[in-house]
């Protein structure tokens, strides 16, 4: 069983920026980062492979870039040009083919206006 560990969260003003880390426990494949804000489902924000091809939602193109690091087993989320709407618990997600998704415990992430 993989252990997820999130840090990086924080309170940063409107058009800031906040690099996000998850750290695995073991070794990772496809990797994930999903936000949930208060009342409101949890969402896809961006997701890597092992190869490092990407992929982001609509809101987080051009202002978040997702990255890793295989040797550490950990995965970045450098976050810039933050909102308000940027406001919300990021998860860590990690994806095993057999034993299925793994999450992290979130990290908080608040942007003030």
């Known amino acids: 069983q993989v252990q997820l560990v999130e840090s990086g969260g924080g309170l940063v003003q409107a058009g800031g920026s906040l690099r996000l880390s998850c750290a695995a426990s073991?070794?990772?494949?496809?990797m994930g980062w999903y936000r949930q804000a208060p009342g409101k489902q949890r969402d896809l924000v961006a997701t890597?492979?092992?190869?490092?091809?990407?992929y982001y939602a609509d809101s987080a193109r051009g202002r978040f870039t997702i990255s890793r690091d295989n040797a550490k087993n950990t995965v970045y989320l450098q976050m810039n040009s933050l909102k308000p709407e940027d406001t919300a618990v990021y998860y860590c997600?990690?994806?095993?083919?057999?034993?299925?998704?793994?999450w992290g415990q979130g990290t908080q992430v608040t942007v003030s206006s």
């Open positions: 890597i492979t092992t190869g490092g091809s990407t």
């Open positions: 073991g070794s990772i494949f496809r």
């Open positions: 997600a990690a994806f095993y083919s057999i034993s299925g998704t793994y």
